[in-house]
């Protein structure tokens, strides 16, 4: 059996990640103060988006899925910058003319510095849903013609949790321990998915047949022992991590597809330590990191044995189906995977990876998940978060021979399985 008949084929980026010279995002001063490795010209798909267009096609790809940057369309509060608009509309265009539908998502964590000198509580306030709605319409007005698929918010989630309570992104507060307060009580949750209506709303007033969705991250979970405190543990995690935001944003009726961006799985136990949010040790690899393996253990979190990636991320291939099924009933909307590959450097690693995977989501779509598409992680090598050692790209890109993009044998792969419509 092979994958649908329309089925979408293509890869994902996001603006910060490729573009470079986005000098207005908060995440600039953010790498001086961090002493993160500095973003700066990323891989020049602001001036070399063509080029990526002609790898899409090299791949025989029907879909692309990036972003803008809401930093270069409005540099200041008061001026949006129309050229920048219209180039991302050529963008649009041009993807669309050569056959690759082109996925719009508007808020994929780089966000403009004036934000937070406006609002230095960033989304604890409402300004920056009000903010962050003007700067959709426009968008959503300049590239209407040509894209009908939308995705007001990447991760929201894994955002939030970065910015509000890890201090790991811009605007940086540190509020983990009172995390249920500061996001459900404190309003965080609710200034976003006030966002994602309205843009539900404009997009749909606006373009006949749109599609408009939210891609969330979501985890393949295990309990980390049997029985019930583990199992109730992984619950509350499932809920606020993946559930929680969907279900409201469902049953407001302003999701016509979920996005789906799977990477590992983790095991969750309960917490002995009072102050663990929700009262969970959710073992992720970042967690780890911080602890280290002795404190891990200390926590009663548990860590699997399975290769791992370059991010120290597990490789857990039938995760993928186990989650699209999961997702698929309990929302009864289509699922299109947004995200989902691996950081190698030694780029042997991609074609495996991209095997096990969709022959992992092939079984779930044969046991009736409504899957329509897979966009793999990434298009090109990009700036992952503090770094460019994480290489996610089907293409390489060597950033000191003028950004060429060169194919790796997981494209030679992928390209297979697109021409196919089956995994070989
Ligand atoms: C996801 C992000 C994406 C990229 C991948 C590796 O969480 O959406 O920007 O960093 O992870």
Redesign the pocket.
């Known amino acids: 059996m092979g994958f649908p008949d329309g089925f979408l084929w293509g890869a994902s980026t ?1 603006s910060y ?1 490729v573009e470079g010279g986005n000098d207005n995002s908060a995440f600039v001063d953010w790498e001086r103060r961090r002493r993160w490795q500095p973003c700066g010209t990323a891989a020049d798909s602001w001036n070399r988006w063509r080029e990526d267009l002609a790898c899409l096609k090299e791949l025989g790809a029907n879909t692309y899925r990036f972003s803008v940057e809401w930093s270069r369309v409005q540099p200041t509060p008061m001026e949006f910058d129309e050229s920048a608009l219209e180039r991302y509309a050529e963008m649009a265009r041009a993807f669309k003319e050569a056959g690759i539908r082109p996925i719009i998502c508007l808020h ?2 780089s966000e403009p510095a004036w934000l937070f000198e406006r609002w230095p509580r960033g989304w604890m306030e409402s300004g920056p849903a009000d903010a962050f709605i003007q700067f959709a319409d426009r968008v959503i007005r300049a590239c209407r013609n040509d894209v009908s698929d939308w995705i007001s918010f ?2 929201p989630m ?1 955002w939030l949790l970065n910015a509000y309570a890890l201090g790991h992104f811009p605007p940086g507060f540190h509020k983990i321990v009172t995390l249920e307060r500061t996001f459900v009580q404190g309003g965080l949750i609710e200034h976003v998915l006030r966002a994602h209506r309205e843009v539900h709303r404009m997009v749909h007033a606006d373009i006949k047949g749109a599609r408009v969705g939210i ?1 969330q ?1 979501v985890v393949d979970l295990e309990p980390a022992r049997q029985g019930a405190a583990d199992l109730e543990a992984l619950g509350r995690w499932d809920h606020f991590m993946h559930r929680h935001m969907l279900d409201l944003a469902n049953s407001a009726q302003t999701l016509d597809f979920i996005g789906l ?1 799977y ?1 590992t799985r983790i095991y969750v136990a309960k917490a002995w330590i009072p102050f663990f949010p929700l009262g969970v040790v959710p073992a992720y690899a970042e967690l780890k990191q911080i602890v280290g393996e002795l404190g891990m253990k200390l926590l009663g979190g548990r860590v699997g044995n399975r290769v791992r990636t370059d ?1 120290d991320w597990e490789i857990v291939p039938e995760g993928l189906g186990r989650v699209a099924l999961s997702l698929s009933k309990r929302y009864q909307l289509p699922i299109l995977v947004t ?1 989902n ?1 691996l ?1 190698d450097t030694s780029g042997n690693g991609r074609e495996a990876f991209l095997k096990s995977h969709l022959s992992s989501l092939q079984s779930a779509i044969d046991d009736g998940a409504h899957v329509t598409g897979y966009l793999h ?2 298009l090109l090598d990009n700036f ?2 503090g770094s460019y050692r ?1 290489r ?1 790209g089907l293409y390489r890109v060597d950033r000191t021979n003028g950004f060429k993009r060169t194919k790796s044998s997981g494209a030679d792969y992928f390209k297979k399985v697109i021409k196919n419509g089956a995994v070989p």
């Open positions: 996001s990640q994929h964590f990447n991760e894994v891609a991250n961006n990477y991010m995200e590959g950081a992680w990434s992952e978060w994480p996610f």
